[in-house]
């Protein structure tokens, strides 16, 4: 049995479910769309008449937490890549849609274009540490009436794994599942993997649902497409400044969207996707790469345990303008508490400047950041054979492991072994010009990038999408120079 670090007592974890039951049945959730405020009401909340303020009874609330089911699946366009929460994670996620990136020939920050979308979706494709493309930033070439599309397309294009991705409106996400079918080759083959997942933000803090997003989140879970919401509240701004205080009210603010989801459709398959943080009060900056944002991951996690929900957020994001150290930390420090905790997903990977900037480089080093993730996660790997009582004995005190057989089976998997992190001798280094991490990483970059790519799509399957979407981009890793 896996033991996991906690920051709450049993009874603080009921405690924090009350208040959140009780922020719900008394203070209540402003619901500015009028078809889920109709859909509350008739499975028995109460509407404060002309204030469009939603009061949830506990019993609603108790209810429609009980057809929530307690694991999640991600599919890839290649089924290898299908990853089910929480028995195969923690699975690690590019963070998403940040406007800008940092060009790969100048080095200087532009706004992103789809061309960008297609490099990064293939680096990904070959970065052993993520699980799941999130698209990592908007596609500013995007030709009218074709945003979404413009990301999604060279995303699925250029990798294999799963594409989770966001739409603004129920027309555009129409169009994204079309190109799945296309795709897949027909509705029914994509539909019976679907290898796309919606993420929706429905909920505005504090305890607030707007209308377009709302009606998105009622249309995607009525039609079984694979999809989750998060709630982010910022401590000092939106949300109460204090870490317990933050929780309970992002709490509420999940049961309220999950109540919604399982009253639109029972049984519909959820993660518990929190981003809370704590502002900087010095200027009121947003700061998601505080250790604070870690801590309140760790929270949530704890609270989804207690549903018995599959759950991780954005967690490992950092403030950092440049990919140096403050990027690091931040990142490893927030994401090592997250696992500690036993998050099963996480978004972390490539993005600087408050989830503003994508960097290549940064990428790199996060999947390495990843790849230790995953060796916390995985732990000691206690039995009987790994205590290894037989090797010890034929090395005899005095003795040496290296010539071992069982070190020679072991030498590939026992430890991870790094890319990116240096640990020649200094001799060496100084001989290679003195490579940092950034240098290196950035030529990883290039590697990967400069390489054919093997995962496009067929020329009758490409035929095929140009053909329904006139004018669409073309969605090529076109290497840089």
Known sequence: MTHFAELLTPEQVESIHETSLEILKNVGMLVHNQEARQRFVEHGCQE?????????????????????????????????????????????????????????????????????????????????GYDIFSI?????????????????????????????????????????????????????????????????????????????????????????????????????????????????????EFLAQATLEQMSRPGKAIIYEPLPTVADMRTGAYAPGAIETGVLAMGCTQMARYYNIPCGGFVGLTNAKTNDAQSGYETGMSTVSAVLAGADLLNMGGLLDALMVFDFSKAVIDNEIALMLKQVARGLRFSQENLALDVIAEAGPGGIFLNKAHTARQMRTAALLPEIADRSVRGQWEAENKPDSQAKAMRRVNEILRRDNPVLFSPDVDNRIQAEFKGLVAGDAIAVK
Not at 91 to 115: F, H, N, Q
């Open 136 to 252: 990592s930033v908007i596609a500013d070439d995007a030709p009218p009436d074709q945003f979404s599309l413009s990301r999604f397309y060279p995303a699925l294009k250029n990798c294999l794994k799963p594409i989770r991705g966001s739409a603004p409106n129920m027309h555009e996400v129409d169009n994204i599942l079309k190109l799945g079918a296309l795709i897949a080759g027909s509705e029914a083959a994509f539909w019976e993997r679907p290898f796309i997942t919606f993420q929706y933000c429905s909920l505005i803090s504090p305890l607030t649902m707007d209308v377009e997003s709302t009606e998105k989140l009622m249309r995607l879970t009525e039609r079984g497409i694979p999809s989750y919401g998060v709630v982010a509240p910022n401590a000092g701004v939106s949300s109460p400044l204090t870490l317990v205080g933050t929780l309970a009210l992002a709490n509420a």
């Open 48 to 128: 404060d008449a002309g204030t469009e303020i939603i009061k949830f009874p506990n019993k609603v609330i108790e209810h429609f937490l009980q057809s929530i089911p307690p694991t999640f699946t991600f599919h890839g366009r290649d089924p290898k890549y299908d990853r089910t929460i929480p028995g195969d994670g923690p699975l690690l996620v590019t963070g998403s849609s940040a406007p800008d990136i940092i060009d790969l020939e100048t080095g200087e920050i532009r706004r992103s274009r789809s061309d960008d979308i297609a490099r990064i979706a293939y680096l990904v494709n070959e970065l052993l």
